[in-house]
Each structure stands twice: as C-alpha cells, then as structure tokens.
C-alpha cells in the first residue's frame, strides 16, 4: 500500500522539490499531500508535479500557525492517516537583535517551533494509536551550532531539536520514528527572502560597530557562503527521501558534507569553546584563511559526488 505523506510549507523550496521528487516516484510508494499556508501560491506545485497532480500529489492548505487549519486538512485525509509527517514550514531572520522586535521574533519561534508542536499535538495521537508513523523534521545545522546574527533562528531551530530529542524516547516505545534533517546552506527563497531583508534592515538602533560588522562582514560574506556551500533544494530533497525510506532512520542527519567539520567542532571540546573561538577567528581576524577555507571548499564540492549510503531501503 501507498504511505500518505503530509508535507508543510510546499509553495517553494524544500517542501516544494520533496513533494514533487515523492509523487514521481517511480515505484509509486507514496500518495503526497502537499500543503502550504497560501493556495494562490500553488502555480509553481502544480506545474512542478505536472500529470500527478489529482493522483500521487494532492495541494491542502495548511497553516502551522493556525490550529484549525491543521485539524481541517488532517481531517480531509482518509481515516486521518498520516504515514509520514514531514514538518518543513519554516522562516529565517538575521540581524542584531536590537534591531529586531520581540513580535517579528516571536512569529520566528512560532512558526519554526510552535509550527511543529501544533502538527503533533493533532498527528501525533493517531501515530501512537496505530503504532507506525515517520516524523520527519527539516530543522538546520543551526539546529546543532549557532551562528554570527542568527540568535533567535538558532534559537528556534535548537529548541525543535531539544524538542525532538525529549519526544524520541516516547516515540521509541509507539515504535514511531523521528528525523531531524540538518541541511547547511540551501539556495531558496529562503536564502533570498533573509538576505532581502537584512539589506532593508533599519540599523539605527544598533551601535556603529555592530551595524557595521553585520553589514560589511556578514552580509558581505553572505552570498559567498551560499555560493560555495549551498545545496539545491532537490539535493536536500533526495537526502529526505532516502531517509523516509531507510530500514532503521537516524535521529539526525545533516545533509551537506562541506558543512560537517564546522558542526564536528560541538563535539570536539566539552566546553563548548572551540566552535566559537574557530567561528570568532575565521570571521575577525583571519579573512584571507576564510576566503582560503572558501576556496578549499569549491574544491571539495568539485571532487565530491555527494554519495551518501545509509544501507538498504526498505521494501
Ligand atoms: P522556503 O522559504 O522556500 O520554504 C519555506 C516554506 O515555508 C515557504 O513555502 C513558506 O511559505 C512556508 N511557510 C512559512 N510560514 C508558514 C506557515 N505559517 N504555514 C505554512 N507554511 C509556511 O525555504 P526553504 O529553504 O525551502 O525552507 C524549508 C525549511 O528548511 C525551513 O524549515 C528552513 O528553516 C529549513 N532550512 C533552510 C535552509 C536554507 O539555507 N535555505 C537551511 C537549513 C534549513
């Protein structure tokens, strides 16, 4: 039998090339609902999923912010039966923190964290009932290790994660399994939309040097990074997918092997400095390395066929 596969945020991005890469599964494993908070963005879907449309790929609306319009779509599912949850709906924000309001940041945490806490609250139950089911999370790397002017979206992606890893051990005894995808730079609207608005950014609340660190450092650097090491969203995509259809999922896994020195670090130094004291000299005062380190990565990324194994699929 097909397994229903509820995805959030499907208009772009992510959301929008895993929907698509499961209808078109050739084995035909999935039935899809694709779901996204605003239907009049559905144009690039519908063309994406071509002839699956209406048969492996079906559009709903859904809100992560709106505890009705999860009940309504979770209801239009027959028998509210949600094989896979993939919880993708998210947004960044970037920036000094004085320049930020505690509204904007709350809409962050809502929607990243709130966001997966409503999906479960409504889905999760008939998991446990049935004692099967696959959350899949797309969290971040930021989700493990935070970043120069990404406080509160470090912060919301880090508190899915101590989220997830409470939930895992009660999820275990349902025999449900949980995946946190940690994607590094991905090249969305994402990326696009963040850097948009760090560019527009009112500045004047924040002192001289931290408007200029945020605007000739890392908004400078911002493209380079996403240039060098982002991913395309079909790339995250297939991680998902070979996921979803691993014998035994991981907990974790990030996606972008480029990336995987930086998040090693954590866990290199029990105290929690080296991350920083590497991320404070590659920012501040070596940027010839950075620039390097940069190329060295162009490099790797040349060499590198992304091949990952994660042993056989099920089925
Ligand atoms: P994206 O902006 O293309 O996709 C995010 C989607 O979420 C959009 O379609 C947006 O409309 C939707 N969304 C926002 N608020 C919503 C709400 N309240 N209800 C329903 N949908 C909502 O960007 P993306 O890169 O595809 O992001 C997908 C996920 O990947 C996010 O959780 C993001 O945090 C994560 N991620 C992105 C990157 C990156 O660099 N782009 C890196 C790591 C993780």
Redesign the pocket.
Known sequence: AKRNVLI??????????LAVKMAKDEQKRFKVYA????LA?KDALEEAAGRRLGKTLEIKQ?????EQSIKTCVNSIPDRRIDVLV??????LIGPIECQTIDEMKTVM???FF?LVRLLKEILPDMKRRKSGHIVI?????GIQGILFNDV?AAS?FAVEGFCESLAIQALKFKLQLSLI??????????R?VFEDGMKMDLSAADEETAEMFTNIYLKNYKQI?QSL?QS?ED?AEHTVKIILAENPPFRHQTNTLYTPMTTLKYADPNGDLPIDIFYKMVFHHDKIFSASLNFIKLLRWRSRKSFDLGKPSQ
Not at 87 to 92: E, H, I, L, P
Not at 186 to 191: A, D, G, K, N, Y
């Open positions: 959030t945020g499907c208009s772009s991005g992510i959301g929008l090339a779901t996204m908070r605003n963005k859904l809100d992560v912010c709106d919880s993708n709906a998210g947004m960044g809502d929607t990243n966001g797309i969290s971040s790397v930021m979206y992606k940690e994607p590094g730079p991905v090249i969305t609207e994402f990326e939309k996403f982002g969203a995250v």
